[in-house]
């Protein structure tokens, strides 16, 4: 047997946490990957029972999912430049904020609200480091080009990824400089960004100044963020599977596929029924007695 658990009033704390964390910056609740596995509706619901009202996905399928469930969404936003015309006219019928990362994003975007006679909402995305989605925010006069000729989309906010918030709090700053630079020049050049936002998870709690004008929160609803445990937060969720076959193993014994561990001693060990196949990550462990699963399964 295999299943599962989530701590509802973990989730919820966590959903208070970042809350209070965020003070007066709007919160946009992250739903990627199924609500990181919980469940998309489930996890929308909860949050929207917390007072969070805006959320980020990142495929177009979440967002026509989400438009099913008769939530009170203030915005949904779409992490993902979506170029593809027959989505964009599906996605153009709901309410739904884009990502533009490029001159072609922007022309796909216009093109399919021409059709259907929509004005568009959009945010721009802006690459300050991390290499993935984006206008390069050294070139902040290819983005207000964008501005100029693209009257027929609303654009209504304006954000970056950070590549290491949890980790690396210098490489965070310069990003946060560049970003900040990149949207002084746009609104010195007149143009309307909207709401700012580059602070994740990691960044809203270990590196504040980055809240602006909004913060999106994903792991952190799961408690999942390195240090998380020094702000409160709670890791939700457990797996729980019976015990296989219980084995005394002689020293010298390679365990698991690979062969990545080998007992140095005679050793007791348990064989569970949760693996990789079950979408359960497996990784070497770090104390006393590092052990990979004894099976594939």
């Known amino acids: 047997m295999r299943r599962y658990i989530v701590q509802k009033d973990l989730l919820e704390e966590n959903i208070r946490l970042v809350r209070q964390a965020a003070g007066e910056a709007l919160v946009y ?5 199924n609500g990181y596995g919980l469940g998309l509706e489930p996890m929308a619901r909860i949050a929207v029972a ?14 026509l999912a989400m438009a099913g469930f008769g939530l009170p969404v ?5 992490l993902r430049p979506v170029t593809d015309g027959e989505m964009l006219e599906r996605l153009l019928a709901l309410p739904v904020a884009f990502s533009i990362g490029s001159e072609e994003d922007a022309v796909a975007l216009s093109r399919a609200a021409q059709r259907l006679h929509i004005l568009p909402q959009a945010h721009i995305q802006v690459d300050t480091g991390l290499g993935r989605y984006g206008f390069q925010a050294g070139r902040p006069e290819r983005i207000g080009r964008i501005y100029d000729q693209f009257r027929d989309i609303c654009f ?17 700053g310069r990003q946060l400089a560049r970003f900040q630079g990149t949207v002084q020049s746009l609104e010195r050049a007149g143009c309307a960004v909207g709401i700012r936002h580059c602070a994740s998870s990691a ?18 609803l ?10 409160g937060l709670k890791p939700v969720g457990a797996c729980e599977a019976t015990i296989d076959e219980i084995s005394t193993l002689p020293a010298g014994m390679p365990v698991g596929y690979s062969a990545l561990f080998h007992t140095n001693h005679e050793l007791r060990t ?10 359960v990550g497996m990784e070497v462990g770090c104390g006393k007695n590092p052990l990979t699963p004894a099976s594939g399964r």
Do not use: Q
Request: charged fraction near 20%.
């Open 29 to 33: 609740g992250v739903l990627k990957a």
């Open 50 to 63: 917390r007072g969070i009202d805006r959320f980020a996905v990142t495929e177009p399928e979440d967002v």
């Open 74 to 78: 203030t915005e949904l936003l779409l």
């Open 156 to 172: 209504t906010g304006i954000y970056t990824h950070f590549a290491a918030a949890g980790s690396n709090h210098g490489l965070t």
């Open 203 to 220: 960044a809203m709690f270990h590196c504040p100044e980055s809240r602006m004008d909004a913060v999106r929160a994903g792991s952190a």
């Open 222 to 231: 799961l408690g999942r963020i390195p240090g998380g445990e020094r702000f």
């Open 270 to 279: 348990a064989t569970v029924c949760a693996g990789t196949i079950h979408g």
